[in-house]
């Protein structure tokens, strides 16, 4: 038997983390669901996931701060923001922090089971059709 890898998911929306959830797990292990950036940080640290999904907007502290803790702590861990912010500048602040993957929600359903695949490989994915930066395209596929 294989074990499924291990994904830590943050949201602040109940539903969306149970849509979300039943998305991911026919390959991934939902292991625990946070609603805030500090009891992301907080359950990283704890429960060592393999892949963390994390939205950006949350009471708190935000995704991006709390993915920032993270990967200063644990800069191998992959992090994928899941999110409605499809603005260049907040694409940029996202990567900026060594995330791997950038998905927005509304494409979720066919663009989030990909970019944690990339993540897992150690590879950048960003949902097609966000703007970002060339210096963030260049450095797509790369930690």
């Known amino acids: 038997m294989t074990c499924r ?9 109940l539903a969306t983390a149970q849509l979300v959830s039943a998305l991911l797990e ?4 939902v292991i625990a669901h946070v609603s805030d950036g500090r009891a ?8 060592s996931p393999d892949v963390i999904v994390s939205d950006i907007s949350m009471p708190g502290l935000d995704g991006i701060a709390a993915a920032s803790v993270i990967l ?4 191998d861990m992959p992090i994928i923001f899941m999110t409605v912010h499809g603005d260049r500048h907040m694409v940029e602040r996202g990567l900026a922090t ?10 979720a359903g066919d663009d989030l089971m990909p970019a944690v695949r990339a993540a897992m490989r150690g590879e950048r994915h960003v949902s097609p059709g966000l703007n970002f930066s060339p210096a963030s395209r260049e450095s797509q596929n790369t930690r």
């Open 26 to 29: 026919p390959e991934f292990e």
């Open 40 to 47: 992301l940080i907080s359950a990283a640290d704890r429960l």
């Open 98 to 107: 060594g995330a791997r993957g950038y998905v927005l929600k509304v494409v």
């Open 72 to 75: 200063h702590k644990h800069p």
């Open 5 to 13: 890898p291990r994904l830590l998911l943050a949201d602040d929306h």
